[in-house]
């Protein structure tokens, strides 16, 4: 009978959060964490914030080189993927490894320089959260879901430039 009735409070807890919100946050924590060093000195929570906007808009200013229809596709492959799956452990296990190992074919296939796999690897597995994290700002009237994939592609675009491409 306990059980019963801490399962059924734990629920009406979990209901009651904001989840999407909550991603969202999280989201951008994460992505301030793979594109800037945030703890090198001590930080207030404005300079968190600060940082975190100042790598979004980073990002938004990366040219988008030769690979975009192809990381278009990856994107495109991710999202059909998301969309068929609504277990979150089923996205990260199943989607991003296929997310992941698509965008280093793609990437072994089309550059030819020696790249910091490790960092390169760690910073495109956030990418998926500019997606997330994108509104369509940018747009009058257009395709929200064509501003946010090219938002995720400059992201990794991003990562390439500064861990496989060295021209950060």
């Not at 980073?58 to 059909?80: G, H, P």
């Not at 277990?87 to 199943?94: A, I, K, M, P």
Request: net charge positive.
């Amino acid at each position: 009978m306990h059980l019963k009735i801490g399962a059924m409070m734990i629920l009406r807890f979990h209901s009651k959060i904001n989840w999407k919100m909550t991603a969202v946050f999280l989201a951008a924590a994460i992505l301030l964490l793979a594109i800037m060093n945030p703890f090198q000195k001590k930080n207030s929570a404005w300079d968190f914030y600060r940082q975190m906007v100042t790598g979004y808009e980073a990002i938004q200013k990366v040219e988008l080189s030769e690979l975009e229809t192809e990381l278009k596709a990856v994107v495109k492959r991710r999202n059909d993927c998301y969309g068929n799956l609504s277990n979150f452990s089923s996205r990260l296990t199943v989607c991003r490894k296929h997310y992941l190992s698509d965008i280093l074919a793609l990437a072994r296939k089309n550059i030819k320089s020696s790249p910091s796999l490790g960092k390169f690897m760690l910073c495109v597995r956030e990418c998926p959260l500019v997606y997330a994290m994108c509104e369509g700002a940018g747009l009058n009237e257009g395709d929200i879901d064509l501003e946010c994939t090219v938002e995720e592609i400059q992201c990794i675009e991003s990562c390439l430039d500064k861990y496989w491409r060295g021209t950060d």
